[in-house]
């Protein structure tokens, strides 16, 4: 039982660069949340989701994109990198109203 | 929309002292409230919840925090710090109908000396 895994671990992007930071998780929970964390922070809520095929908005949504085609997987798509964005990403799922995290992207961007 | 506010930044305890960290929020509904822990180079782990019940929550490793409803506090304490406890640490409040939706605080550095 692996949790929430994420990949990758780190990542150095030149602006305007896309990428998807994976997640995926075997709890076969159906809510998943994508935060970023910058340093001095705490953790700002970018998407989320409450099943497969639902996504909704957080607090920071600006630039990212997300999709949820099944249970295990919620990627997350930067599609023109920006260095406001270097920061480190943290997945997570929720089982009895309990968050479980993943161990966490940290991305710069250059 | 509600926010959560951890009054201390950086604590520096040497070891067997006791820890208090504070947490306060502004919502005046029904909450669920954690305290997470992040050591250094792994990711955040839940230390103690409440949701209902005895306001007093005992958690891992030594940790409790308390419910105060009419200060909107969660106060987590701990009587005799380790050098392990080392670490960053997050107080978190979801509302109840908000699809679990979490709002964390800026977190506490906590440094233990030996």
């Known amino acids: 039982n692996a949790g929430v895994t994420q990949t990758p671990k780190f990542r150095i992007l030149k602006i305007g660069q896309s990428m998807t930071l994976q997640c995926t998780q075997d709890?076969?929970?159906?809510?998943m949340y994508w935060y970023r964390q910058d340093p001095g922070m705490g953790l700002k809520l970018i998407y989320y989701s409450v099943g497969a095929g639902i996504t909704d908005k957080g607090e920071v949504p600006n630039g990212y994109n997300v999709s949820r085609s099944t249970t295990e997987d919620f990627p997350l798509r930067l599609e023109l990198a920006a260095p406001s964005q270097t920061s480190v990403y943290f997945c997570?799922?929720?089982?009895?109203?309990?968050?479980?995290f993943g161990p966490g992207t940290r991305l710069t961007v250059l | 929309a509600q926010s959560v506010s951890q009054h201390n930044h950086h604590v520096i305890l040497s070891e067997a002292a006791s820890l208090e960290l504070g947490c306060n929020y502004s919502?005046?509904?029904?909450?669920?409230l954690f305290w997470y822990v992040q050591y250094p180079g792994q990711h955040l782990q839940l230390l103690l919840k409440?949701?209902?019940?005895?306001?007093l929550v005992k958690g891992i490793k030594g940790f409790e925090a308390e419910f105060i409803k009419s200060k909107f506090s969660f106060n987590l304490r701990k009587p005799s710090v380790q050098w392990s406890d080392t670490a960053e640490y997050f107080c978190?409040?979801?509302?109840?109908?908000?699809?679990?939706?979490?709002?964390f605080g800026d977190g506490t550095t906590l440094t233990v000396k030996p």
């Open positions: 709890m076969n929970h159906n809510y």
């Open positions: 919502y005046g509904g029904t909450v669920n």
């Open positions: 997570a799922t929720e089982g009895s109203d309990t968050q479980y």
């Open positions: 409440y949701f209902s019940g005895d306001p």
């Open positions: 978190a409040v979801t509302i109840n109908t908000n699809a679990g939706k979490s709002t």
